[in-house]
């Protein structure tokens, strides 16, 4: 007991010394612990959310009657649209009204006979848009069990009196079970969801947290060599290391708890991807959050042994001897991005295949050359600014980084890369989200097409308060016994007087059949590639297995007003407009971006945990106290010729991601250049020259050996 006390106070000491890189070590490797506890418990928090949200869309979903099992409702599922976004609206009819198994989950009482009842978030909608309110009149609101979110849309429909089902309606046992699900299912599955979060979340954590432990390595190496050297056993110093970590890493962790507990149940979405979820469900369980606590916690104790055991190994390594005159720098460290910029340029003179490949092939050489190459660019930066300088602290700064400028610019080779590739991948994410633009509307009419439960329809009824609109059957040609090789023909129920009405020009020949632009016109209205065959209106019937068209005038309010009809109608209809048919960016596209945010701040994170440990033991300080030059002359030159060598790295990163974005987006016009995302790298990186500064500054104040003995 007494050792075990012994070792926690001196390891107290250790975590809580005067001295300025302990003081740092406790700093950053606390803000270490407190961001990568926030990062966790967020992803514990999306993962608690998805995970009871797959959980209600398993609830809800239809368990067909099969094998003689009593029914206990009809379901008929369809769909409705609001803007560019399909909801789905299910048609119900129970067998009997008092038995709950008929009644989805959320339904605590059926509506009237052809009533609705509605989600919240439609509920919300409709309130604020009176177009949609009046396709839901009267509906009730479901409760938050039967939604996957408080802003998803879903309706229910009571089947009215003398209402009719389409030919897909089936019986159903209930809800709960497998079986069709009401609305699409996640598209993140399990094996997906666990790969990214290894690659966007674990990976940038474990870097984090071992850039947090290895803050002030030397100083605490030093300190354990001495240890040793007394005699101390190698299992007492393990326990002394991870005690003197988590000193310092536990009230990071319960201070990243302290940040995130409070502010996720107010959270209505998920930060940066802003997809909604249920209320309160960002904030995971208790045993989660212990457990992820514990976890870190085990990571950090984990991490700070191996660092010392890795040190250990070179503690009787043999620092070299300084030489007189300048390090060699081999001219064949700028090769790689030189081919990297030839290749960009070939890239150029080419087309198709060829071209992306070249591009491609230049933008990995540039990527990977820049790194090798910054000494060299870093001296000619430094012997220009001790050339030029006015003053004896330019001459210092130019000199030293000149003199060495691979110490200065190794801890940036990781920064260079990134302004080089985050440039080029934004603009490849660009190409990936670019969607083709909808063909042109037709400048008088427009049209929608019905599928359902055809047979029952109401024209009349359907198309009152839409003067000038048409409802026009459609029905595939019949190829024949022998059938037919050529393009599909499609049979449309409409008469060349009303066709020329609707186009406001003549859309038929002489003999009776359609010209070229009105054929052209009419399938770019229907939505078809299909051949079209005008028949007399009365040669077809609407079936359910058909289509059904409806054809007015354009204007505002006819989509709105035809939908508001079908959903009024007791036949179940679906509508299909233009707006359907609009290619949509999928909801991964929106988690992949949310993924590689939480990336690239755990990466800026790491990149300036590095640059502050590496500026603040930066060497040559000792020396030139030597010879005289106080605590803030020494600082001056230190953080001058930081901010020189940075300047050559950052300078160099920007123009060659620069020089590779414009490589790239020449292969596509589709490919916009990346502006917003290097102005905003530009920004990154000042922000990390600040925490070089800061770690210069950090580490220059006054020394323990300078009056004061170490604690």
């Known amino acids: 007991m007494k050792a075990h006390r012994t070792t926690l106070r001196l390891a107290a000491r250790l975590a809580w010394g005067p001295h300025p ?154 809800f709960g079970g497998p079986g069709p699900s009401i609305g699409e299912r996640t598209e993140v599955d399990g094996p997906a969801l666990a790969l990214a ?116 190994g070179s503690r009787h390594r043999v620092a070299p001897r300084p030489r007189a005159g300048r390090p060699r720098l081999p001219v064949l460290r700028t090769a790689p991005a030189a081919a990297g910029l030839v290749l960009l340029a070939l890239a150029q003179l080419r087309d198709g295949q060829a071209a992306s490949t070249t591009t491609l092939a230049g933008v990995v050489l540039l990527a990977v050359g820049v790194p090798p190459a910054l000494p060299a660019v870093a001296r000619t930066v430094g012997g220009r600014m001790a050339d030029r300088a006015s003053g004896p602290r330019g001459v210092l700064a130019g000199r030293r980084l000149q003199y060495d400028p691979r110490s200065a610019v190794r801890p940036l080779y990781g920064v260079a890369a990134l302004l080089v590739l985050a440039p080029v991948v934004a603009a490849w994410m660009g190409a990936v989200r670019h969607l083709d633009a909808p063909p042109p509307r037709d400048p008088t009419a427009e049209a929608v097409v019905l599928r359902g439960a055809l047979d029952r329809v109401d024209t009349g009824v359907l198309l009152r308060g839409l003067p000038g609109a048409v409802a026009v059957p459609l029905a595939p040609q019949d190829s024949g016994p022998s059938g037919s090789s050529g393009p599909p023909v499609l049979r449309v129920g409409l008469g060349c007087a009303d066709a020329a009405r609707l186009l406001g020009t003549a859309a038929c020949g002489a003999s009776g059949s359609l010209t070229a632009e009105g054929s052209r016109r009419l399938a770019v209205l229907l939505g078809t590639p299909a051949q079209l065959h005008l028949v007399p209106p009365g040669t077809l019937r609407p079936t359910p297995e058909g289509e059904l068209a409806v054809i007015a005038p354009r204007e505002p309010r006819f989509e709105n007003a035809i939908r508001a009809a079908a959903l009024a109608h007791p036949a179940a209809l679906n509508v299909v407009s233009a707006a359907d048919l609009v290619l949509q960016e999928s909801e991964l596209v929106s988690w992949i971006l949310g993924g590689v945010a939480v990336l690239g701040s755990l990466t800026f994170l790491v990149l300036a945990l590095g640059t502050i440990d590496r500026t603040a033991g930066h060497g040559g300080d000792r020396l030139l106290g030597a010879l005289g030059l106080t605590r803030g002359r020494v600082r001056a030159i230190g953080t001058e010729e930081f901010l020189l060598g940075y300047a050559a790295v950052v300078g160099t990163g920007l123009a060659c991601g620069a020089v590779a974005s414009a490589a790239w987006s020449a292969m596509d016009p589709a490919i916009g250049y990346p502006t917003g995302v290097l102005a905003g790298a530009a920004v990154l990186a000042a922000l990390l020259a600040g925490a070089g500064v800061l770690g210069i500054r950090l580490a220059s104040g006054r020394r323990p050996e300078e009056g004061r003995a170490p604690g």
């Open 197 to 312: 979060l290894t690659g966007f979340v674990g990976l940038p954590v474990v870097l984090l947290a071992a850039a947090g432990t290895a803050v002030s390595a030397p100083l605490r190496a030093r300190r354990l060599a001495l240890l040793r050297a007394l005699g101390t056993p190698a299992r007492r110093l393990r326990a002394l290391v991870a005690a003197e970590a988590a000193l310092v890493f536990l009230p990071g962790l319960a201070l990243g708890v302290l940040l995130w507990e409070p502010v996720a149940p107010l959270l209505g979405e998920v930060p940066v991807v802003g997809r909604p979820v249920a209320d309160g469900a960002l904030g995971p369980p208790p045993w989660a959050t212990a457990a992820v606590v514990a976890g870190l916690a085990c990571l950090f104790a984990a991490l700070a042994v191996l660092m010392e055991r890795r040190g250990r």
């Open 21 to 174: 890189r302990q003081r740092l070590r406790a700093l950053l490797l606390g803000a270490a612990a407190a961001a990568c506890a926030v990062t966790v418990l967020f992803a514990a928090g999306v993962l608690h959310a998805l995970s009871g949200e797959a959980d209600r869309l398993r609830q809800r979903s239809v368990v067909p009657a099969r094998g003689g099992e009593e029914p206990v409702v009809r379901v008929d599922l369809r769909a409705d649209t609001w803007g560019l976004e399909q909801y789905p609206v299910v048609w119900l009819d129970p067998v009997d009204e008092g038995d709950p198994a008929a009644m989805p989950p959320g339904m605590s009482a059926w509506p009237e006979r052809g009533g609705w009842a509605v989600s919240p978030g439609l509920a919300a909608l409709a309130r604020a848009h009176p177009g949609l309110a009046a396709r839901f009149p009267g509906a009730e609101v479901l409760g938050a069990a039967g939604v996957l979110h408080p802003g998803e849309l879903l309706a229910y429909r009571h089947m009215p009196e003398g209402g009719a089902m389409g030919a897909a309606a089936f019986d159903a046992a209930g």
